[in-house]
């Protein structure tokens, strides 16, 4: 048993084809890896966002001006 994590059946790949392929399954099975991690959770936002976010309100056009 040899070393080489890819063993050729048929034709005579030269040393960059075999790399090049080596490369491919090496992307494909690290983007395989990855896609099976937990995505990271929303950051809770800053002090400034959390008492920021409830005063920001439209403005009633439904009344006049001095009614407010």
Same mark, same amino acid.
């Given at each position: *048993?040899?070393? &080489?994590?890819? =063993?050729? %059946? ?9 790399? /090049?392929? /080596? /490369?491919?399954? +090496?992307?494909?099975? !690290?983007? $395989?890896? %990855? +896609? *099976? !991690?937990?995505?990271?959770? &929303?950051?809770?936002?800053?002090? @400034?966002? =959390?008492? #920021? $976010?409830?005063? $920001?309100?439209? @403005?009633?056009?439904? $009344?006049? @001006? =001095? &009614? #407010?």
């Amino acid at each position: *048993m040899t070393d &080489d994590p890819i =063993r050729v %059946v048929a034709g005579s790949p030269t040393d960059e084809e075999t790399a /090049a392929i /080596a /490369a491919l399954f +090496s992307g494909l099975l !690290l983007e $395989r890896d %990855v +896609s *099976m !991690l937990a995505l990271p959770a &929303d950051p809770a936002g800053s002090n @400034w966002d =959390r008492t #920021r $976010r409830p005063l $920001r309100q439209p @403005w009633p056009t439904n $009344r006049g @001006w =001095r &009614d #407010r």
